[in-house]
């Protein structure tokens, strides 16, 4: 099926520093997500992503947080600067547009630690 | 604000035998999808349903947006089939999807 990559797989990092996690989505998808899971928690959304801009964000998305996509690159979610209860596993997921085709495909998942 | 329940949080069956997860919503859900975590910690797409049932091999998912509920049948269980299953639902609109997850549920097969 359709694959989304995310690089690194892991990161460690320490508190104060900036980490940016990458995130190769489905090649013809349009919609591209962040999603953050604290170990022994359920998945939470964090972020959508659309046309360049955020589309809706959750409480979770911190003003440390930014995303983006430029043109023919990854999808980015930045943190600057870290924080320790920033450490957790960070899925990225892309969707097509419309109908039938809101289905979500996720990547691996970047584990991040925050030192 | 909006949740998913899902039940059980573990399950144990033996080879050839069959159960069901379920998932209840506390509000209502435009969309299910249905994953399971494999050992490298990917999701793997089961399901996506906007409403009805679907099936594939062993697998069977149903979806009751009304109700606000969907289920996971496993049949004929295989030591492969063993891990965590997740259910997430969302309510796609054109502000953008989330999806809200479940707990997941642990499944084991035994021979």
């Known amino acids: 099926g359709p694959k989304v990559l995310q690089i690194p797989s892991h990161q460690i990092i320490d508190m104060g520093q900036m980490v940016t996690l990458n995130c190769d989505p489905v090649s013809n998808h349009l919609y591209f997500y962040w999603y953050k899971q604290i170990l022994g928690q359920q998945m939470e959304f964090l972020v959508n992503?659309?046309?360049?801009?955020?589309?809706?964000k959750s409480k979770l998305f911190k003003d440390q947080f930014s995303v983006e996509r430029p043109d023919g690159s990854y999808f980015t979610l930045k943190i600057q600067p870290t924080a320790l209860e920033d450490s957790a596993v960070y899925f990225c997921?892309?969707?097509?547009?419309?109908?039938?085709?809101?289905?979500?495909?996720f990547g691996p998942g970047t584990r991040l630690t925050v030192l | 604000g909006d949740q998913v329940e899902q039940s059980p949080s573990a399950l144990s069956l033996h080879e050839g035998t069959g159960s069901a997860l379920r998932c209840n919503f506390t509000t209502t859900m435009r969309a299910v999808q249905w994953f399971r975590k494999n050992s490298r910690g990917s999701l793997i797409n089961l399901f996506y349903l906007a409403s009805g049932t679907k099936e594939n091999g062993r697998l069977k998912s149903a979806f009751d947006s009304k109700e606000r509920y969907s289920t996971l049948h496993i049949r004929d269980a295989q030591l492969e089939d063993s891990g965590t299953y997740f259910c997430a639902a969302g309510n796609y609109g054109s502000s953008g999807n989330k999806l809200i997850f479940g707990i997941g549920t642990l499944l084991s097969v035994k021979p």
């Open positions: 992503f659309y046309n360049g801009k955020v589309m809706e």
């Open positions: 997921a892309s969707s097509l547009l419309g109908g039938s085709s809101y289905e979500q495909y």
